[in-house]
């Protein structure tokens, strides 16, 4: 029998590489609740919808100052072919709490969630990530503290993992780079409108029984589409966003 913290370890690690799933098993069950709730419920309103995506962008606006003065391969530059950590991250963002990332992508996720207008759905979706992050959040500190040992320990415990509760913030050690934000963020930054504009596209559907999306939308996944489209190119076909280090 394997021991309950190897376990752990392994699932985490698995979930870790497959991480990518549960933004498409949400949008899935999304559509799904929308289509057997009240459908009333989730008429569009302008206001609802807009502080909703708020909520995604702040999200958003978390992994930018995460990622924005994260050095190379360092504790956040995970990838799906494991763990990477030269060295640890214990200053700027990281000197609040163990794993910024997550908690902006629990915002990110909470946006699309909201827009469903249902307690008990988001009861269920904080729970699920709860418990999904869980497992990748203990498989990655794991492999912290085999690597850094003490260093990682006494860090740790003066550093929440998931919710900040210290005020003792020690500045980042590089400058913020907007080339490494543009270079790792824009795919995810497109995708918050992606799921939104996916998710009008059923309302509507299910609503009116017609194939349409609402105006605030179509603008917003354009403009949101553009920047995509810009970045991308640059990222692909020149080397203007590649800074020494990061």
Do not use: C
């Not at 959040?137 to 850094?148: G, N, P, S």
């Not at 005020?167 to 543009?182: D, G, Y």
């Amino acid at each position: 029998m394997m021991a309950l913290v190897h376990e752990f370890e392994n699932s985490g690690n698995w979930l870790f590489k497959r991480r990518s799933w549960l933004p498409v098993f949400l949008i899935v069950a999304g559509i799904v609740m929308m289509y057997l709730g009240n459908r009333q419920a989730i008429l569009f309103d302008r206001r609802d919808e807009l502080i909703f995506l708020g909520v995604s962008l702040f999200g958003q606006v978390i992994r930018i100052l995460t990622v924005g003065f994260t050095p190379k391969n360092t504790s956040g530059r995970n990838t799906a072919n494991g763990q990477i950590a030269d060295e640890l991250n214990v200053s700027g963002i990281y000197s609040l709490l163990r794993h910024p990332l997550y908690l902006g992508n629990f915002f990110m996720w909470l946006g699309p969630v909201l827009f469903l207008r249902s307690v008990g759905v988001t009861f269920v979706f904080v729970l699920i990530y709860w418990l999904y992050y869980e497992r990748i959040m203990f498989a990655e500190e794991q492999f912290l503290r085999r690597k850094f040992g003490d260093i990682y320990d006494k860090w740790s415990e003066k550093v929440s993992s998931f919710i900040p509760y210290s005020i003792k913030f020690i500045p980042p050690k590089l400058p913020f780079s907007l080339k490494n934000v543009l270079k790792r963020e824009y795919n995810s930054f497109v995708n918050i409108f992606v799921i939104f504009t996916v998710m009008d596209l059923f309302r509507n559907y299910f609503l009116s029984e017609r194939i349409y999306l609402t105006g605030m939308w179509i603008y917003l996944f354009i403009a949101a589409s553009v920047i995509w489209v810009v970045v991308r190119t640059i990222e692909k076909r020149t080397h203007w966003l590649d800074v020494k280090g990061r």
